[in-house]
């Protein structure tokens, strides 16, 4: 949709990073990223949920149970995924070859991978590049593994922040890649965090988790998902904080610096949703639960009709009306109310005669659409795209 | 798509029916139609699952469970959905102006429409038109039906059939509409049967479901439901055959016929696809159980990115992996074949580097993709549409 600003990325103590180009992209652009604690880290993961799972996703799965963990490699330009067996010693080289160049444990460095379903990666081109990413390695190379791992992405999405934590200042910073929420023929959305907070495992697991809920499980171009997601923290402990461990004021702070992070590039993954015109947030009130408040924005959100009908900038709430209708949660219609950037166009359940005002008021870049279902206490803000010409085209005419 | 040869639709005895123009469609075409059975018939109907439902659908729902039904009036250019107290009262009296004319019982005639959602049925124009709508009673009548309920579709769709049941020879006749399933904006899919076979109700239920199963219920444009999808069957016991009881073999002719005239009125729908170019037949083949395969197929035909590779004639394999991995059901990667009519794309989860021959072979108009998850015996076949600009333009554009 629209680029975004870069801002200066706050740096994080004790974490270096690179992005080279070793030649699997075609275009000569950077294809290969490195990012490294200096002392060992604690990491948090989460994987995709899809069947099919990349071989870099399943070697991931095994060592983060480990421990021990130092960095992640990453490979974009390929996914490895649907590769057999072949992918997964592929993957396994991968990091074989960064432990190696580093002088570090076998098993201490975790491998994503992002690009083409179904090719064999080119383990020779990383094998190739490893000097150049080794000795690109710097404090200040996070941007360089921002670019390195995008695909169809029309900007790069990096994001950080500081807040006194126990008794320090922390940072966390962020890189993302994914444009259309998923793309599994691109495979996909990753996510990579780095942080000099001392956050035991069990909290670091918790709030990578409640954050992502928040922010990365919030948003919806498509309604694919990939087999490639990834997204993983690494927390250093150097600032010397007092721990966040969970239930503490401290765990709290540093959720919502997390969740304050991830969303800024939760946005920025929709507003580069492949053939977006619009950005639209999608708030449920007084659902019965939560939970109906998260069905019903999702439901909404995955709607064919709902989507072109945002693109043309039809205010349709009928087609609202039945999304909403459709998903498994307690509603009733003559309780419903719905408001476009702020016109209300249903209320309970019937037209208001405001659709002028309304189509006006959303002929904009964002939009915000309220659904008032006066059924309890639950509330859901989700935020997605419009379904376009361009979406079309670009999801029609990649590959072939 | 194409628009689909109209054969003879065969006469059921017993059966009149009428479509005229009242004036809702503001450019005159046919938007009242009557079905109307000379005796008392048997009736089954099966509604939409949305949980906002059109006034109509819940007079229709009362009224099947009293029986003693004659017919039905069907009004289009108007869904009559989400209007209110006002929106049933107005369902109510298009009933009662109906048994009027006809001199019927209160509760004898059923309603339905389809049109424009939330905007309140101009009763006084059915008013006014019933007086031809009657005078065009006909047993020649159903085409003209057919083609008053029609919305945004392309083509009128009618089939009928028959066969020798319990010693007598026996019709089914249908009309439906639908253009894309479901557009909740036109709402719906509507679709209406007459047989003249003796059919005790039990076994009309049970007919219906297992035959919508294998038609309506397993054809996808869009993953939306709508407000006022209808399906019904009146049955008159005119042909005066052995009664089809559950259990015998005149029920499993029965069935057979009736899943014969409504897959045959399923398949013209997703023809007649909004914006559809390509008829894609989804086989899922050895999964673990037929609701796997139900659900492997659904979320194949459903999928934002499968649809576009379709459009631009891509053999895009691991779409279609990544869409089956992410649906709920038993698989392994390693087991599963894909064939695109009839090129081996994917054997053992892996490339067979046939994607050229693949798509070449899928470059027409009426395509087979057969997923073998080599899981157990169930199996399914799902019919859909790929995703194209025009499907974008007719939904984006439609109301303003």
């Known amino acids: 949709m629209s680029s975004e600003k870069i801002v200066d990325l706050l740096k994080v103590q004790g974490f270096r990073a690179s992005g080279v180009s070793c030649g699997i992209k075609k275009n000569g652009k950077r294809d290969l990223a490195l990012i490294l604690s200096d002392v060992p880290a604690r990491v948090a993961s ?17 060592r983060v149970k480990k ?14 995924a649907c590769t057999g067996k072949k992918g997964y010693s592929d993957a396994l080289k991968m990091t074989a070859l960064a432990e190696k160049a580093l002088g570090l444990d076998k098993g201490s460095i975790l491998v994503s991978s992002t690009g083409v379903i179904g090719v064999p990666l080119p383990v020779e081109k990383v094998e190739a590049g490893m000097k150049d990413l080794i000795e690109g390695l710097s404090y200040d190379g ?12 029309a900007f790069m999405k990096t994001a950080s922040a500081s807040a006194v934590i126990g008794g320090r200042k922390v940072t966390i910073a962020g890189i993302a890649k994914g444009a259309g929420m998923i793309c599994p023929n691109m495979a996909t959305m990753l996510a990579y965090f780095v942080t000099d907070c001392d956050v035991p495992v069990a909290a670091l697991r918790k709030a990578l988790k409640e954050a992502t809920d928040l922010s990365f499980n919030s948003i919806i171009v498509d309604n694919d998902t990939s087999t490639n997601d990834t997204s993983m923290i690494f927390a250093n402990g150097l600032a010397g904080n007092r721990p966040a461990r969970c239930g503490t004021p401290e765990y709290q702070r540093f959720v919502r610096l997390l969740t304050e992070v991830s969303t800024r590039l939760a946005h920025m993954i929709v507003k580069d949703g492949e053939g977006a015109t619009r950005f639209i947030e999608i708030k449920i009130k007084r659902a019965a639960s939560d939970k109906d408040a998260r069905l019903a924005g999702r439901t909404m959100a995955e709607s064919f009709l709902v989507k072109t009908a945002f693109f043309g900038g039809d205010p349709n709430w009928g087609r609202i009306m039945a999304a909403i209708g459709k998903a498994a949660i307690k509603m009733d219609e003559s309780k419903t109310d719905i408001i476009f950037n702020g016109v209300h166009v249903v209320k309970n359940g019937l037209d208001t005669g405001m659709e002028k005002e309304a189509a006006a008021a959303i002929k904009v870049r964002e939009v915000v659409v309220t659904v008032d279902l006066r059924m309890g206490k639950g509330t859901s803000t989700i935020w997605t795209t419009d379904l376009s010409y361009e979406y079309v085209k670009i999801n029609s005419a990649y590959r072939t």
């Open 46 to 62: 989460l994987f995709t949920t899809n069947k099919v799972k990349a071989a870099p996703v399943l070697i991931d799965m095994e």
């Open 67 to 80: 421990g021990g963990i130092r960095g992640v490699i990453v490979n974009s330009g390929n996914a490895n």
């Open 142 to 153: 996070l941007p360089d593994a921002g670019e390195a791992i995008m695909t169809t992405d």
